[in-house]
């Protein structure tokens, strides 16, 4: 009988800690959404951004339409979610640490370089991936940045001019979003 009752106390405590635990660790899930509501009309779309803990990865899942048919098309976080001119009073490329721009899989590279995002036959590009460096707080935070979506192919920084080590030779910007706080 007294086995019995430590039994079940034990349990009920260890219920208690564990949704403690998890409601802990609900509270760190941060989630943000970007709208491509800014630049071309024909462009249109949005992005879902997840992250577990300040220092786990940003997933992005969401769906972008009116697109280059059959084209890769650069994809950055830029500094700023300033779009009074469109998507060009939005800044350069996310860059709180003054390098050069890279590849999402570079060392040296800025926070927002996402690389590109690959268009199908239909103009229509899921987007479906992970990145690190960028965040939804502190120091690497996007939240009231903005996605740009470029004209043509982000060359990583590997074109072997100057404009390739500024902006990947990306081109003119068709689209953009800010970056919010999900609802
Ligand atoms: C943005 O800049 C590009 C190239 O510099 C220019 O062609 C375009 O008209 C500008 N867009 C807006 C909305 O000012
Ligand atoms: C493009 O659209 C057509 C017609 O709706 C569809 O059948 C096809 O599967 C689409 N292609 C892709 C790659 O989704
Ligand atoms: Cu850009
Ligand atoms: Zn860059």
Request: with cysteine; proline share 2%.
């Amino acid at each position: 009988m007294k086995m019995m009752r430590s039994f079940f106390v034990t349990v009920f405590f260890l219920a208690c800690y564990m949704s403690l635990v998890l409601s802990f660790e609900r509270a760190l899930v941060k989630k943000a959404i970007v709208v491509f509501n800014v630049g071309s009309n024909l462009i249109h779309g949005s992005l879902e951004l997840t992250q577990r803990s300040p220092k786990s990865f940003v997933s992005i899942s969401g769906v972008i339409y009116g697109l280059n048919p059959n084209m890769k098309q650069g994809f950055h976080v830029h500094e700023s979610g300033d779009v009074r001119d469109g998507c060009n009073s939005t800044l350069s490329h996310f860059n709180p640490h003054q390098q050069n721009h890279g590849s999402p899989s570079s060392y040296h590279r800025h926070v927002g370089d996402l690389g590109n995002i690959q268009v199908d036959c239909n103009g229509t590009a899921v987007v479906n991936i992970w990145y690190t460096m960028i965040s939804l707080s502190g120091e690497h935070s996007i939240i009231g940045r903005a996605f740009v979506i470029h004209e043509k192919e982000d060359d990583l920084g590997k074109g072997g001019n100057e404009g390739s080590l500024k902006t990947g030779n990306a081109g003119s910007r068709v689209a953009c979003g800010i970056v919010g706080i999900s609802s």
